[in-house]
């Protein structure tokens, strides 16, 4: 699909007009955007009805918004994308609660959701311009309402820094961008809070302006602090923590078939590793059987390297955040430095080395796989990358 392509055309001028939606349609027929016309919100907050009604709206005020104009245009075109997609996570979270209509946590439902489309139907995988613009929308859709409660939340100045390290690898993400969408979200409505919340969004501008961090990630002296900071610790963003860490630990991440053992023989071939593979093999567990024990071994076997100091590779797909932070958590209780290298190719490309191995995993699962995949975030260790192969 040349969707992305298609995508210029609709921001380069007035906002679509009907012959666009029709095209955008067809564009997205098949996809989950299209059942956004059959899920309806509360009539309190969106008295223009169904999504796909207050998804075309929003899209229609931020073209139409003057800041929007100055953006360039791969930052147009991630957040026209972001905005296209910011509500399709309601398809799948909407229901019922109390007689009201809602849809918790759809932002981070919309940002599995897209960046599922918009690897496997758009091709932007695999490659580190595709993989930042990719990652620019999901950011924006996973976000795209704190901006009108960030003056609420704890530690405010410290969570819009942390969200702005996102644009560290995303490299078009800026909270200027979220500020617009937000925007463009409450515009896009018919209610009467609408005056409130645009009032909240312009504090969340004033903020993370004043924190250092509205069109770009916060400038931190290192890796060490920075990682401290953002992980709550009590210090100075500003001033060099003392680096008290014995040595590294690298936590790869990445799909099957990705080239994760390939990229430990061809760049770390001397440190000590942990893996998944390896134990099961031994232990003669299938991938798609339950991995308890596996993952048991696995940190016992990984203790002994810390209890002696030892640097090492843990290799395992490792693909969402929640995932990680129990293994990173571990890795820096015993005063590691934590290193996450996520490594990504090709779809087609993944595909055949996958099927290549003598333990390959069935696509159908990695299908699944995908559908829960978040790549790593800055602040989710001293040093994150993002390695294409």
Same mark, same amino acid.
């Given at each position: 699909?040349?969707? #992305?392509?298609? /995508?210029?055309?609709?921001?380069?001028?007035?906002?679509?007009?009907?012959?666009?939606?029709?095209? /955008?349609?067809?564009?997205?027929?098949?996809?989950?955007?299209?059942? *956004?016309? &059959?899920?309806?919100?509360?009539?309190?907050?969106?008295?223009?009805?169904?999504?796909?009604?207050?998804?075309?709206?929003?899209?229609?005020?931020?073209?139409?918004?003057?800041?929007?104009?100055?953006?360039? =245009?791969?930052?147009?075109?991630?957040?026209?994308?972001?905005?296209?997609?910011?509500?399709?996570?309601?398809?799948?979270?909407?229901?019922?609660?109390?007689?009201?209509?809602?849809?918790?946590?759809?932002? !981070?439902? =919309?940002?599995?959701?897209?960046?599922?489309?918009?690897?496997?139907?758009?091709?932007?995988?695999?490659?580190?311009?595709?993989?930042?613009?990719?990652?620019?929308?999901?950011?924006? #859709?996973?976000?795209?309402?704190?901006?009108?409660?960030?003056?609420?939340?704890?530690?405010?100045?410290?969570?819009? %820094?942390?969200?702005?390290?996102? =644009?560290?690898?995303?490299?078009?993400?800026?909270?200027?961008?979220?500020?617009?969408? !937000?925007?463009?979200?409450?515009?896009?409505?018919?209610?009467?809070?609408?005056?409130?919340?645009?009032?909240?969004?312009?504090?969340?501008? *004033?903020?993370?302006?004043?924190?250092?961090?509205?069109?770009?990630?916060? %400038?931190?002296?290192?890796?060490?602090?920075?990682?401290? &900071?953002?992980?709550?610790?009590?210090?100075?963003?500003? !001033?060099?923590?003392?680096?008290?860490?014995?040595?590294?630990?690298?936590?790869?991440?990445?799909?099957?078939?990705?080239?994760?053992?390939?990229?430990?023989?061809?760049?770390?071939?001397?440190?000590?590793?942990?893996?998944?593979?390896?134990?099961?093999?031994? *232990?003669?567990?299938?991938?798609?059987?339950?991995?308890?024990?596996?993952?048991?071994?696995?940190?016992?076997?990984?203790? #002994?390297?810390?209890?002696?100091?030892?640097?090492?590779?843990?290799?395992?797909?490792?693909?969402?955040?929640?995932? %990680?932070?129990?293994?990173?958590?571990?890795?820096?209780? &015993?005063?590691?430095? @934590? %290193? #996450?290298?996520?490594?990504?190719?090709?779809?087609?490309?993944?595909?055949?080395?996958?099927?290549?191995?003598?333990?390959?995993?069935?696509?159908?699962?990695? =299908?699944?796989?995908? !559908? @829960?995949?978040?790549?790593?975030?800055?602040?989710?260790?001293?040093?994150?990358?993002?390695?294409? @192969?």
């Amino acid at each position: 699909m040349d969707f #992305i392509g298609e /995508i210029h055309q609709f921001i380069t001028g007035s906002p679509p007009d009907e012959a666009a939606w029709a095209e /955008i349609e067809n564009l997205l027929a098949g996809t989950c955007f299209s059942g *956004m016309r &059959y899920v309806q919100q509360n009539p309190l907050f969106h008295g223009e009805g169904d999504v796909y009604t207050h998804t075309r709206m929003v899209c229609g005020e931020l073209v139409s918004d003057p800041e929007f104009r100055k953006l360039n =245009g791969r930052q147009q075109t991630a957040l026209f994308l972001a905005a296209l997609l910011h509500d399709i996570g309601k398809v799948k979270t909407t229901r019922q609660m109390n007689g009201e209509l809602v849809s918790p946590h759809h932002g !981070s439902a =919309g940002s599995l959701m897209a960046r599922e489309f918009l690897w496997r139907d758009c091709g932007l995988c695999g490659d580190p311009e595709k993989i930042s613009l990719r990652e620019t929308v999901c950011a924006l #859709i996973r976000r795209h309402t704190l901006p009108m409660h960030l003056m609420s939340r704890e530690n405010a100045e410290r969570l819009a %820094r942390q969200i702005a390290a996102a =644009g560290e690898l995303a490299g078009d993400f800026t909270w200027e961008m979220l500020c617009m969408l !937000s925007k463009a979200d409450v515009k896009g409505r018919k209610a009467d809070d609408i005056p409130e919340l645009l009032g909240q969004v312009e504090l969340a501008r *004033m903020l993370t302006e004043e924190a250092g961090c509205l069109r770009g990630p916060y %400038r931190f002296p290192d890796s060490h602090t920075k990682h401290a &900071y953002l992980s709550g610790r009590n210090v100075q963003p500003d !001033s060099t923590l003392f680096d008290d860490t014995w040595g590294e630990v690298i936590l790869l991440s990445g799909l099957p078939g990705t080239g994760k053992d390939t990229w430990i023989r061809e760049t770390h071939p001397w440190m000590p590793e942990v893996s998944l593979d390896s134990i099961r093999a031994g *232990m003669r567990v299938n991938p798609t059987e339950e991995q308890g024990r596996v993952v048991q071994a696995a940190r016992e076997q990984a203790k #002994i390297y810390l209890r002696e100091k030892q640097p090492f590779v843990w290799n395992a797909t490792n693909l969402t955040g929640e995932t %990680r932070k129990k293994l990173t958590g571990l890795f820096e209780q &015993y005063g590691a430095r @934590v %290193r #996450i290298v996520y490594l990504e190719t090709r779809w087609e490309t993944r595909k055949e080395r996958n099927s290549q191995r003598r333990d390959s995993v069935p696509e159908d699962a990695v =299908g699944r796989m995908l !559908s @829960v995949t978040e790549p790593p975030m800055p602040e989710e260790a001293q040093t994150v990358e993002w390695i294409c @192969v």
